[in-house]
Nanobody, 122 residues
Framework: QVQLVESGGGLVQAGGSLRLSCAAS????????MGWFRQAPGNEREFVAA????????YYADSVKGRFTISRDNAKNTVDLQMNSLKPDDTAVYYC???????????????WGQGTQVTVSS
């Protein structure tokens, strides 16, 4: 069982930066693929980024590649999402997720946080 709690959301102007953090409970954190997803009003939840267990292999959605960076610290049981050059289209609730393997599919991830709101103003 893994419990996930996100933090770091907020309101930022276009072009600005935010750093999201996800704190995980459980002794097996390092065995999970960790992902970030987001959901804007009226839209389905979509993949943003993921990182494999050792932090060396990372995946990004095309829409955030070059602007967002995912990282994890297995000693602290945390996974972060550094978001730079933010755009109004990045406005959404951002969710941290844990799964047993990598996928960009929501259904692959068994554990989810409660989400944190990111709002980018133009």
């Amino acid at each position: 069982q893994v419990q996930l709690v996100e933090s770091g959301g907020g309101l930022v102007q276009a072009g600005g930066s935010l750093r999201l953090s996800c704190a995980a409970s459980g002794r097996t954190f390092s065995s999970y693929v960790m992902g970030w997803f987001r959901q804007a009003p009226g839209n389905e939840r979509e993949f943003v980024a993921a990182v494999k267990w050792n932090g060396a292999i990372k995946y990004y959605a095309d829409s955030v590649k070059g602007r967002f960076t995912i990282s994890r610290d297995n000693a602290k049981n945390t996974v972060d999402l550094q978001m730079n050059s933010l755009k109004p289209d990045d406005t959404a609730v951002y969710y941290c997720a844990a799964g047993s393997r990598y996928s960009d599919d929501v259904g692959t991830y068994a554990y989810w946080g409660q989400g944190t709101q990111v709002t980018v103003s133009s």
